[in-house]
């Protein structure tokens, strides 16, 4: 894919972030097929570009192939997103776009939970169907911060997203190779690559608990520049912490 010189420096530097992720929880390995979860935003198509750049420098070979689900809390019947496919096709990127399933007797509109749950059954069945063994989510540092307050805050557990988590039986691994990047480098990045417009945003996308963690941790992040890395570690540690526990409980049986 072909890239400017700023682009190319911050996406070197980005991949530092995206390498450590990637080798700390093993995520990319020689033979993978990888299916980038795409919605048409900034963080998916950052992922989808990062990973074919690095294909460039890494010594293990693997291929990509994006995916995208049309469909929101609205249900699966809103039209597909034209730009994306157009884009995808410009560079030359194999791909597949299906409507979301939403099972019969659904309510409509779906709360973020259900829709989240029926868009990932529709990611993983076309993933199976390209023949991919890893799932690429372009979750970043920031959601993983605001994912480990909202769960400390509502629910009294230190815990975030998984970079790395594996599926029916280690058929599919859900990798987050973006774990350690900033949003503000993402924002950055994908201001000098030229992207699609990104589709509109589901209408209950600001209504979420996610966006009073956003605003917190803004706030705070005034005073403590490494806030957002600071909670996505201690969350991280706190699960190691608690697998080590019950590792240890379970010997003692």
Not at 21 to 33: K, L, N, S
Not at 112 to 129: G, H, S
Not at 205 to 220: A, C, D, G, P
Request: proline residues 6%; charged residues 30%.
């Amino acid at each position: 894919m072909a890239t400017n010189l700023k682009a190319e420096r911050l996406a070197r530097f980005m991949l530092k972030k995206v390498n450590k992720a990637i080798y700390e929880f093993r995520m990319i390995e020689d033979g993978d097929r990888i299916a980038v979860a795409v919605s048409g935003g900034k963080d998916s198509l950052s992922l989808l570009y990062i990973l074919r750049f690095r294909m460039r420098f890494v010594p293990e070979r693997y291929s990509v192939v994006a995916i995208h689900v049309v469909g929101d809390a609205r249900g699966s019947y809103l039209l597909p997103y034209p730009e994306l496919e157009e884009w995808l096709r410009a560079h030359e990127i194999e791909y597949l776009v299906r409507q979301m399933f939403v099972p019969e007797g659904e309510s409509i509109p779906m709360t973020c939970e259900r829709c989240t749950w029926n868009r990932r059954r529709t990611l993983f069945e076309m993933a199976r169907e390209l023949g991919c063994n890893k799932v690429a989510f372009g979750h970043h540092l920031d959601d993983l911060a605001e994912t480990a307050l909202l769960n400390l805050i509502y629910h009294g557990r230190l815990e975030t997203m998984t970079p790395c988590a594996s599926y029916f039986g280690g058929m599919f691994k859900l990798i987050r190779p973006l774990a350690y990047v900033p949003e503000a480098e993402i924002k950055r990045f994908s201001s000098l690559i030229e992207l699609p417009s990104p589709p509109p945003p589901c209408p209950r996308s600001e209504q979420t608990k996610r966006q009073l963690m956003r605003k917190l941790i803004e706030e705070m992040g005034k005073d403590a520049h490494r806030i957002r890395e600071n909670i996505v570690r201690a969350a991280l540690e706190s699960e190691i912490y608690e697998k080590e526990s019950l590792r240890r409980a379970e010997d003692e049986k």
